[in-house]
Each structure stands twice: as structure tokens, then as C-alpha cells.
């Protein structure tokens, strides 16, 4: 249920409708959009519908939300949802945010070197997993704590900030403390438990679709997540398994407009896992703008032929680095700044 208050509503009538939705047991989430101030009432459905909300002064009208995913639908808050991912660097903007850097994070050394390039590119947000999903448990799983360290490192060094990958819900406190922005993969998206504990938290998150996940089931993902209290979420679109063979999974560009009209949290998207080629992460990355993306996240990397994983899709720094050039372009023709 939402509560639509009118927009002259005083602080003490919202105050009052928030202590009497707690006393009912149930749990009000509050939006101050620019017009108006609407409260989202969380909890069992036959509670909600059995109270008379709309009596409270200062209510204009109390409202079913009719979709399964509250708190992140666009019937929950009109506006475009702008998260602060630290240091004023904001996404749902007009401006587009770009994040890259390694798959994994190798070492000390290349990391700073990625960073410092991709910098240089324009990027604001340094990539890299320091625990990494692999399909195998044969393949190199990730530097660990070490990893955590390095990324700290070139922060440090650059004014970069900092995404990294959380699969594991015992692992939160640790990461918080080097990470920025705390990624959740596409095998994690429906870690329940884990987007549960990371609804505590106060640090953004960046919720990546599941390979196999409709958007329906991507967006009640999310709305673990905020329905936790913690509103900072970025979606992530970054392909879907398909019968198409011709590329890693198939770019949904369609989810990017699909999400923005049912949801108000921004939408990225991973040209380099939805490929998996570095010559089709380009063009990609340049259909995702035009669709309305709020930003990419990009795989690169010195030296594709070594990397420790995904070096097949990652981009060199220099062909990275002209690729920005290409996008500020397509930016600017759908009004938006790189
Ligand atoms: C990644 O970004 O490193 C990654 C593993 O991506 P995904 O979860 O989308 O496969
Ligand atoms: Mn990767």
C-alpha cells in the first residue's frame, strides 16, 4: 500500500501516520519526492487492506501497489532515483558513469597501472573481483583479502572509487570496509539471504541480473534490498543465456527501457560479460547509451592473453580509452554527459 500525503502535510502528521503504520506491526518506508512526501507500507497484505489509512490528517489518498515489487516501482517514487556512490560521484543523473578495470584482481602493480589508465579515460569507478565466481573450482578464485587491499591501494593512488564483487554473506564486514559500491553477480541475484544482510548496510550495491532471471524476478531482488532499508541500488543489465550461440549471453537492450518505466532505480549495463568478445563490447556499449543506460561497467586490461579470467572480453587501455571518446559522442545525442 502507499500513502500519497498532500503536499501540505506537516512533519508532525507524517510522524503521526509513521507511529501508528510501526504500531500495527507494520513497516512504513518513507519517499520525500519534490512535490510530495508518500509513505510505502510494508507488511502482510490482509493487515495493510484492514486499516483505515486514509483517515490520518495530512493523507490524500492511500493506494494499492499492484505489482509485486514495492518500494522500487515508479508507482513508489516518479522521480528518477539518483544513488550517491561516495566522493559526489552520482548515478540517475544526466551524467553517465563509467566503472572499469580488471576482471580479477592480479596484482599490486597492474592494478595501479589499469587504474591510473582508465582514469585517464574518464572512468570514475575502479572494477575489479577480489573473490570471483568461477564456473570452475579448478579456475583461479580471486586474491582474497589481498585483493581488497590492492583495490584500497589504487583508491588511494587515483581518487578512484572503488566496486568490487560480495558472494558471500559472512564476508560483508570486510569488504565494506575497502569497497565503495558492493557488486552482486548474476549467480548471486537470488541470494536471498545475502541481499537481505546487504539491505542493512549503508553502502550502495550494484544488483547484476541473473543470467536466467526475468525482470520481474530481477526487480524483486532489488526490493530485498531497499524493503532492508537500504535504497542505494544500482541495477545492473549484463545478458541473458538465449539459444544464440554467436556471443557469451544476448544483451537485453530492451530491459533498459523495460526497467525505467516500471522502476526508478538507475540501470547500467556490462557490455564485456553480455559479449564476452572485446570487439562487440563497442558497439554495445554504445546501444546501451542510446537505450537510456545510466552507465557501463567494463572489462580491461594490458594484457588479454594473461589475464587471470575473462581476457577474451577485456579491452586494451588504449582502445578503452578511444572508446570513451566514441561514447561521449553518442552521449551528448541523447542529452546526457560522460
Ligand atoms: C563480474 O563482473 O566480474 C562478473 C562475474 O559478472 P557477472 O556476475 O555478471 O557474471
Ligand atoms: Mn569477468
Not at 508532525?12 to 519526492?33: N, Y
Not at 577480489?130 to 564456473?135: G, H, Q, S, Y
Not at 554504445?286 to 587471470?308: R, S, W
Amino acid at each position: 500500500m502507499i500513502i500519497v500525503l498532500r503536499p501540505d502535510a506537516t512533519e508532525e502528521q507524517i510522524q503521526h501516520i509513521v507511529d501508528k503504520v510501526q504500531k500495527l506491526g507494520l513497516r512504513p518506508m518513507i519517499s520525500k519526492g519534490v512535490e510530495r512526501t508518500i509513505i510505502g507500507v510494508i507488511g502482510e497484505e490482509d493487515v495493510i487492506q484492514a486499516q483505515p489509512l486514509e483517515i490520518y490528517p495530512g493523507v490524500e489518498k492511500v493506494m494499492p501497489i499492484l505489482k509485486p515489487y514495492k518500494l522500487v516501482s515508479r508507482d513508489f517514487k516518479k522521480e528518477d532515483s539518483i544513488i550517491d556512490l561516495g566522493g559526489g560521484v552520482k548515478v540517475g543523473g544526466k551524467k553517465l558513469i563509467v566503472m572499469a578495470g580488471p576482471c580479477s584482481v592480479e596484482s599490486e602493480n597492474l592494478l595501479l597501472d589499469i587504474a591510473k589508465k582508465v582514469k585517464e579515460a574518464g572512468a570514475l569507478v575502479l572494477r575489479g573481483g577480489a573473490f570471483k565466481p568461477r564456473t570452475s573450482p579448478y579456475s583461479f578464485q580471486g586474491l582474497g583479502e589481498e585483493g581488497l587491499k590492492y583495490l584500497a591501494k589504487a583508491k588511494e593512488e587515483t581518487g578512484l572509487l572503488i566496486i568490487t564483487e560480495i558472494m558471500d554473506v559472512r564476508e560483508i564486514g570486510r569488504i565494506e570496509k575497502y569497497a565503495d559500491i558492493l557488486q552482486v553477480g548474476a549467480r548471486n541475484m537470488q541470494n536471498f539471504d545475502l541481499l537481505k544482510e546487504l539491505g542493512h548496510i549503508r553502502k550502495p550495491i550494484l544488483l547484476k541480473r541473473g543470467m536466467a532471471n526475468t525482470v520481474k524476478e530481477f526487480l524483486m531482488s532489488a526490493e530485498y534490498i531497499l524493503s532492508g532499508g537500504n535504497f542505494s541500488v544500482v541495477l545492473c543489465e549484463r545478458g541473458i543465456r538465449t539459444f544464440e550461440e554467436s556471443t557469451r549471453f544476448t544483451l537485453d537492450i530492451s530491459a533498459i527501457p523495460v526497467i525505467k518505466n516500471l522502476s526508478h532505480l538507475p540501470v547500467m549495463v556490462d557490455p564485456s560479460h553480455a559479449t564476452g568478445k572485446w570487439g562487440l563490447v563497442g558497439p554495445c556499449a554504445k546501444a546501451a547509451i542510446a537505450a537510456g543506460a545510466d552507465g557501463l561497467i567494463i572489462e580491461v586490461h594490458p594484457n588479454p592473453e594473461e589475464a587471470f579470467s575473462d581476457g577474451e572480453q577485456s579491452l586494451l587501455p588504449e582502445r578503452f580509452s578511444a572508446l570513451m571518446g566514441e561514447l561521449r559522442k553518442v552521449a551528448k545525442s541523447v542529452d546526457r554527459e560522460m
